[in-house]
């Protein structure tokens, strides 16, 4: 049974910062692209940001760019978010997904596994 488990949601002030963290467990971590999805309230679920299996190449909305990194590491099998300069536009469910398929660019229909999702509020 494939699980993405997802930590480090919160409630932080504009400005600060907050490490996003997926663990996964119940497929072969190495053999997927991995991203990160947010959706707002109202809003379409959107793609942050996405890294390929080898964490080699990496792709980021431009809404976040210079703000977010994306990182894995594939003997904990896990994936990670660092995001700083936080804005009140940040705020959303933050979203694990895997890929098998995808290189590095995941899209909504494309993801093979989903995790349950982090709350992150930015407060102004």
């Known amino acids: 049974q494939v699980q993405l488990v997802e930590s480090g949601g919160g409630v932080v002030q504009a400005g600060g910062s907050l490490r996003l963290s997926c663990a996964a467990s119940?497929?072969?971590?190495?053999?997927?692209?991995m991203g990160w999805f947010r959706q707002a309230p109202g809003k379409e679920r959107e793609l942050v940001a996405s890294i390929s299996w080898s964490g080699g190449t990496t792709h980021y909305a431009d809404s976040v760019k210079g703000r977010i990194a994306i990182s894995r590491d594939n003997a904990k099998n896990a994936v990670y978010l660092q995001m700083n300069s936080l804005k009140p536009e940040d705020t959303a469910v933050y979203y694990c997904?895997?890929?098998?398929?995808?290189?590095?660019?995941?899209?909504?229909?494309?993801?093979?596994?989903w995790g349950k999702g982090t709350l992150v509020t930015v407060s102004s």
């Open positions: 119940g497929l072969t971590f190495g053999e997927y692209a």
């Open positions: 997904a895997a890929d098998l398929r995808g290189s590095y660019y995941l899209t909504l229909n494309g993801v093979d596994y």
